[in-house]
């Protein structure tokens, strides 16, 4: 039995011309490797060694030296290798390298769609290749910036301004988004064209899913249950009071004419209103607590406003955990009804602690390229920005803190959020009868 609805296979080949170019390039990376040890490039070394492994293994699988990647995939791992090993200053920029490291994604995606449980179609794998790419480029400088600071490395911290610092490292976040952005395109247009040529000549054994008791659960352990310890009408009640603080934030916003209070109050009002306006639209009703868990992370950002940032070490950091765990939590919803409602795509819950953390690390990058970029223009045009870095310190502090949020979602939000997953499945399965 194959399985007909893998897409993903259309990665592979099964041609003498493919076997010949693929097996060509697997070489030349091998002798890039060779180049790079007696170079002293270690990291290097054994960053080619296991892109090889990852690039032979279907051909190690069906037993096969002709069953090899596309060519065209590999020659765009290719290149920047080479860029990087003959001459350091190849590329202008970092994104021919980042659209390496997606195609290097993409290969380890159909493969774990290949060789575990989870399922994928093309385009949730794309998708899931571009978090990638920017996840791996936020925990590349992370893990650099940690290093330094631990043991006195000096990969990134190497006695430059931490203004400076971190102004490159924006802009290695910034080629990081660009590139996952063209390799998306990219990724989709190959399997377009692939899948109008016909099946593919290299198919996998069809396996059945795990069915996993996990995703059973709708309420929280009854040990969460009693740590929060308050009524749902409580609840709901320090919801209304944050929400009427934010009206006071606003106002006050309007009469000392602070733009940065101003804005920050009506953005928190928003989505503080978010959950009545699902509840309103979609019939979509939000336990109390979520919504509180939502009203309280937003809160604390607007409070930060009144110089709570400047005056407290700590408030930028823990507004960043809690509202990491929102978007996290968003992430996990949105991905888990995708999984109920669309049968092409599985995510074991093993797999799903992965992906919470690869999205909160990609989504931390995007925020502070926005914070980046919001303060370089305020700088240009001459006015307070209303999102502000201080350095290469505050930046990798904050992605810290975001991953203790997705680490505590992780660990025991998703048997909290799956109920609204299955909610939001349901629509999904509406709207599509609806369309029919």
Known sequence: MMNKRDDLVHILHDTRLNMVLSWTIVLVLMLLAIVNFFNGRYAWTILIISVVIIIILPGLFFCKPSVMPSWFLLLLVLIPIIGSTTAYHFFLTGIPVYISVATISLLIVAEINWFTSVRMNPKFAILLVIITTLAVTGMWYFLRWMLDITIGTTFLLDGRPVDVINAAVMYEFIYALIAGIIAGILFGWYFKSMVKKGPSSVMFPDRDMDVYQEYTYSKPPKVIRKLLGLSIQKQKMITRLLQACLVILFIIGVISRDLHILLNAVL???????????KHRYNLHLDPSLTLWI??????DAL???????AIARWDHLTHAVSSSIIAAAGYVIVRAIDIY?????????????????FILSAGVIWEILEFITDELALMIGIDAVLVQYGIHDTMGDMLFN???????????TFYLNDISYRIAEIFEQRSDNKK
């Open 342 to 358: 669309n049968p092409e795509i599985h995510i074991p819950p093993r797999m799903m602690f992965v992906f919470i953390l690869l």
């Open 304 to 310: 930060g406003t009144f110089g709570l940032y400047e």
């Open 403 to 413: 991953l203790i949020g997705a680490i505590i979602v992780a660990f025991w939000g």
């Open 295 to 300: 009203t309280l992370a937003v809160f604390l």
């Open 268 to 278: 928190a009002l928003f989505i503080t209103f978010l959950p009545a306006l699902m």
